[in-house]
């Protein structure tokens, strides 16, 4: 089975600091996301990579970057912590971009900004 | 407008009853349509693609209407276990759009 980790299940971090999110995959899946997760808005994309060191900016990229240094690692990086990006982030992998992709995601990682 | 629409619920069902979502999708460039499934606290994971023909998978028909631009579930003879949150999941094919657009979510809740 596919295996998706993100580093950590709750984060408390403060306003201003810089936050590191990790995720690792472990079936050499070439395309890697980050979403957030809010009640109401739904899963919502950050970034994207389709190969290492490449990156994609998804529909929310404001406040974030990523990194791709290796291919089993995405990381989500946010410079300066805000309220509003207190969230659920939910890191996901897959095998192909195609038109029936599936997506195997992390257990996410709920981050409280204060 | 949100490119992918679901009535958020909940849907409070009785054990053995039928019940249907639909989803609406405003880019006509969407190409694949998929059904998430959610339990609470926990990670989406893929519940089954929906193909142009309709398919089924045991208790669960999955149906595309492309002319109206919806997309249903419809889940048979609920179980307890059922009761989850729905996610209707669009692959956006259009240029520079490379990953999934996912609706909000229904939830439902199966009763004994």
């Known amino acids: 089975d596919v295996k998706v980790t993100q580093s950590s299940r709750y984060l408390v971090k403060r306003t201003g600091e810089k936050v590191f999110l990790e995720c690792v995959q472990d079936m050499d899946h070439e395309n890697m996301f980050w979403y957030r997760q809010d009640p109401g808005l739904g899963l919502r994309l950050i970034y994207f990579s389709y190969d290492v060191k490449m990156k994609e900016k998804g529909d929310i990229p404001e406040g974030y970057s990523v990194s791709r240094e290796k291919k089993e690692r995405f990381s989500l990086i946010l410079e300066s912590a805000s309220t509003n990006q207190t969230s659920m982030y939910l890191c996901?992998?897959?095998?192909?971009?195609?038109?029936?992709?599936?997506?195997?995601f992390g257990s996410g990682t709920q981050l409280s900004v204060l | 407008r949100k490119e992918v629409e679901q009535d958020p619920g909940p849907f409070n069902v009785p054990e053995g009853a039928t019940v249907a979502f639909n989803c609406t999708y405003s880019n006509s460039a969407s190409q694949s349509f998929f059904w998430y499934r959610q339990d609470c606290r926990k990670e989406p994971k893929l519940l089954m693609s929906v193909y142009s023909s309709g398919n089924e998978d045991g208790r669960f028909t999955a149906q595309l209407n492309r002319a109206s631009q919806y997309i249903s579930l419809l889940i048979r003879d609920s179980k307890l276990s059922d009761s989850a949150t729905y996610l209707c999941v669009v692959n956006i094919m259009d240029t520079g759009r490379r990953a999934l657009t996912f609706g909000s979510g229904t939830r439902l809740q199966v009763q004994p």
């Open positions: 996901a992998s897959s095998l192909n971009i195609g038109l029936y992709e599936k997506l195997f």
